[in-house]
C-alpha cells in the first residue's frame, strides 16, 4: 500500500500550505524595507566589485542617553575590511565614523536612496573617513581603487541609517 | 520550456487556468532575468518582492536573528547578480536562491559561534517566530488549531513546511530537490512531514477540512 507521504501534492495540502504561509506572514514577517534594501543594493550594477559582508553589529550607547546612540558595522572583504561607527546627531542627522583596514588613501562613496545624491570623501593615510550631516535612510558604501589600479572596487551591503 | 512540462505534470491539482498562469509567470521571469543579464539590474525588482518572504523564512528556518537574516537574503541576491548567467530557467533560479541563502546563512550562524558562544544558545532558541504567544496573535480559529499542530511536529518538519509554504507550485520540484525532499514520478510528493501534519488534522474536530 502506498504511504501517504508518497502521494502527490493535492489541493487540500495547497490549502494547508497556503494557510501555512499566511500564519508565518502575521508571526514573523519580513522587515518593511527589505525589499527595498535588496532592490538598491542591486540596482548599483557593478557585478565586478568585490562584495564585503557585514561580519559584525554592535549597538553602544542605549538607553538613557539616547541622543548619542551609536552603531558600529564591519564589513569584511578579502581584500580589506570597513568599519563605520554610525552616530545619531541632536538635530535628526547622523555622523559616520570609519575606518580601512588595511588603511590607504582612497575615495570612499556613501551611496544614498535617490533623490539624495551620493557624497564621495577620501580616507586619510589612516584609512580614516568622515561623512556628517547624513539623513537616516537606506545606504551603501562603495571604496574606489585608484584609477590606475585594476583590482575591482568594494562594496558593502545596503544597510539601514 | 520547463515549465509548461512541470505544469501540465501538476495536473492532478491544476486547471487549464492555473497551466496558463504557470506558463505566464514563467515568461515573466524569463524575461526580467534576460534584462537582467544584459546588464538592467533593475528588472528583478519584481522578482526580489515575489521571492523575498520565501528566503526569508530559509534564513530565519535556519535560526538566525531578524537582523542577520535580513542581511543574509540581500547577500544572497548581490551574489545572484554575480551569478546570472549560470541561472538557465525560473525553476533553476528559485532553487539556486534557495540553496544560497541556506549557505549563507550556515555561514553567518557558524560565524556568530565562533564570536560569541554564548550567543549560539541564544540563536537555536530562535528557529520559530514567538513559540507560544503565536497562538494568540492569530485572530482566525482555523489558523490557531493549525498552528497548534504545527508545533506538534518535530523541528526538522516545521523548518521544511516554513520553507515549502512558501514557494508557489511552478517551483515546488526544483525547491524541494534542492531541499532534499522526495519527488514521485509525477512531481513533488507531500511527504512525511505534511503527511503527519494533514493526519493531525483530520483527527482534529476544530479543522473544518
Not at chain 2, 18 to 38: H, K
Not at chain 2, 143 to 172: F, G, M, N, T
Amino acid at each position: 500500500m502506498t504511504s501517504p507521504a508518497d502521494l502527490p501534492l493535492d489541493g487540500d495540502d495547497q490549502v494547508v500550505l497556503d494557510r501555512l504561509a499566511g500564519i508565518y506572514a502575521q508571526l514573523d514577517p519580513p522587515p518593511a524595507d527589505l525589499d527595498e534594501r535588496v532592490t538598491f543594493a542591486i540596482a548599483l550594477d557593478d557585478a565586478d566589485a568585490e562584495l564585503a559582508r557585514l561580519s559584525r553589529r554592535l549597538m553602544a550607547g542605549s538607553g538613557a542617553r539616547s541622543t548619542e546612540r551609536t552603531r558600529t558595522i564591519t564589513f569584511d572583504a578579502d581584500s580589506r575590511a570597513v568599519m563605520i561607527t554610525v552616530a545619531a546627531r541632536p538635530d535628526g542627522l547622523v555622523r559616520i565614523d570609519g575606518w580601512l583596514a588595511p588603511a590607504a588613501v582612497l575615495r570612499v562613496e556613501l551611496r544614498l536612496l535617490e533623490p539624495e545624491p551620493p557624497r564621495v570623501v577620501l580616507a586619510d593615510s589612516a584609512g580614516r573617513f568622515v561623512f556628517d550631516g547624513v539623513p537616516h535612510g537606506i545606504a551603501q558604501l562603495l571604496v574606489h581603487q585608484p584609477a590606475d589600479d585594476a583590482a575591482p572596487r568594494v562594496i558593502t551591503p545596503a544597510f539601514s541609517l | 520550456m520547463a515549465a509548461v512540462a512541470l505544469g501540465s505534470g501538476e495536473a492532478g491539482t491544476g486547471s487549464a487556468a492555473a497551466d496558463r498562469s504557470v506558463t505566464d509567470r514563467a515568461a515573466r521571469v524569463g524575461a526580467c532575468l534576460e534584462r537582467a543579464r544584459s546588464g538592467e539590474t533593475s528588472a528583478l525588482g519584481e522578482i526580489v518582492r515575489e521571492l523575498n518572504p520565501l528566503l526569508w523564512h530559509v534564513a530565519r528556518g535556519e535560526g538566525l536573528a531578524a537582523e542577520e537574516a535580513a542581511d543574509v537574503v540581500q547577500t544572497t541576491w548581490l551574489e545572484l547578480v554575480r551569478r546570472l548567467h549560470d541561472i538557465r530557467s525560473p525553476q533553476a533560479l528559485t532553487s539556486w536562491l534557495v540553496t544560497a541563502t541556506r549557505r549563507e546563512a550556515w555561514r553567518v550562524r557558524e560565524l556568530s559561534r565562533r564570536k560569541d558562544p554564548d550567543g549560539a544558545a541564544r540563536l537555536a532558541a530562535v528557529p520559530d517566530p514567538a513559540p507560544g504567544p503565536g497562538e494568540q496573535l492569530l485572530a482566525d480559529e482555523q489558523d490557531q488549531v493549525l498552528w497548534q499542530h504545527v508545533q506538534r511536529l518535530p523541528e526538522r518538519c516545521r523548518k521544511l513546511l516554513r520553507v515549502v509554504a512558501h514557494v508557489s507550485r511552478p517551483d515546488y520540484a526544483a525547491v524541494a530537490q534542492a531541499l532534499g525532499m522526495p519527488i514521485g514520478s509525477i512531481g513533488p510528493t507531500r511527504g512525511r512531514c505534511l503527511a503527519k501534519l494533514r493526519e493531525m488534522l483530520r483527527a482534529d474536530p476544530g479543522w473544518s477540512r
